[in-house]
C-alpha cells in the first residue's frame, strides 16, 4: 500500500488520472455526489473539501463534458439520503428528459453516533441502519451506475463532539463494514477510506482533523481527493 505523507497540495494534481483522462470531444457526463458532511466538505476552509477540489479540476473550457454535484448535507444520515435520492437525482439531469450519468454516494458516520454517553444507544440502531442502506442502494442502482466512498476514521481523543455525540472506531468499523458488505452483494465499488487511514497509524491520521475531530481539514481533504483520484475503479473509467 502507498503511504502519503505530508504535506500535500492544496488541489488534486492536474496529472491524476480523474483529471488527465477527460477528452474534450467526449459528451458530457452528469456526476452527483450525495451524502453528509464529508461531501458538503465541512473543514476545509482553502478548497472546500474534495469534490469541490475535484469540482474546480473540471472547470475549464477543455474539461467542461464533466459536470459535478456536490449534494453533501451536514449530519445527513441514511434516513435523509433515502429520503432525498431520487428527488435529488432527477433535477441534476440540467436538460429536459435528462438524468445525471453516475452517482457517488458517501454516508453512515453520522448514524453511528452514539447519543449522551460512550455507552448510549446509536443515533440509528445497527439492525435498522443495515435496511436502510441496502434499501438505499437498491433504489441508487436503479437510476445509474453508482460507487460508494466510505467514511474516514474520527479522532477519538477528541470526543464527544458538540458535547453529547460518542464516535468511536468500533462502531464506525461495524456500520462500515456492513455498508461494504451490501456494496459487494450489489456490485457496488467500496472505496474502503476507513482501512486506508486506520493502516496509516495514528501518526499519520491526527493532523488530518478539526479540532472537533470529526472533521477534515483541509489537510485531510487532499488526502481523501488523492485517494479518490488514484482508486482504480474510478481511474479505470473512461471518462
Not at 464529508?38 to 473550457?61: A, I, N
Amino acid at each position: 500500500m502507498q503511504h502519503l505523507h505530508p504535506p500535500f497540495l492544496p488541489t488534486l494534481n492536474a496529472q491524476s488520472p480523474l483529471l488527465r483522462s477527460i477528452h474534450p470531444k467526449q459528451a458530457t457526463t452528469r456526476w452527483i455526489v450525495l451524502g453528509d458532511s464529508l461531501v458538503y466538505g465541512f473543514g476545509d476552509d482553502v478548497g472546500g473539501g474534495w469534490v469541490e477540489r475535484l469540482r474546480r479540476g473540471w472547470m475549464t473550457p477543455e474539461r467542461s463534458q464533466q459536470v459535478i454535484y456536490n449534494l453533501g448535507v451536514r449530519g445527513d444520515g441514511v434516513r435523509q439520503i433515502e429520503q432525498r435520492l431520487e428527488t435529488e437525482f432527477t433535477v441534476r439531469g440540467e436538460l429536459r428528459n435528462r438524468h445525471p450519468d453516475r452517482l457517488i454516494l458517501s454516508v453512515g458516520t453520522n448514524d453511528s453516533a452514539r447519543l449522551g454517553k460512550r455507552s448510549g444507544r446509536n443515533m440509528l440502531e445497527f439492525e435498522q441502519f443495515q435496511l436502510q442502506i441496502n434499501t438505499v442502494l437498491d433504489r441508487a442502482k436503479r437510476l445509474c451506475p453508482v460507487w460508494f466512498v466510505g467514511m474516514v476514521p474520527i479522532d477519538e481523543q477528541k470526543m464527544p463532539f458538540l458535547d453529547c455525540l460518542y464516535y468511536n472506531h468500533e462502531d464506525q468499523f461495524r456500520y462500515k463494514e456492513a455498508t461494504r458488505l451490501a456494496c459487494n452483494d450489489r456490485s457496488i465499488p467500496y472505496l474502503d477510506l476507513f482501512d486506508l487511514w486506520m493502516a496509516r497509524g495514528e501518526t499519520w491520521r491526527r493532523p488530518c482533523f478539526t479540532s472537533d475531530g470529526l472533521h477534515p481539514n483541509s489537510l485531510g481533504y487532499v488526502a481523501i481527493g488523492q485517494d479518490v483520484a488514484d482508486w482504480d475503479e474510478l481511474r479505470e473509467l473512461k471518462l
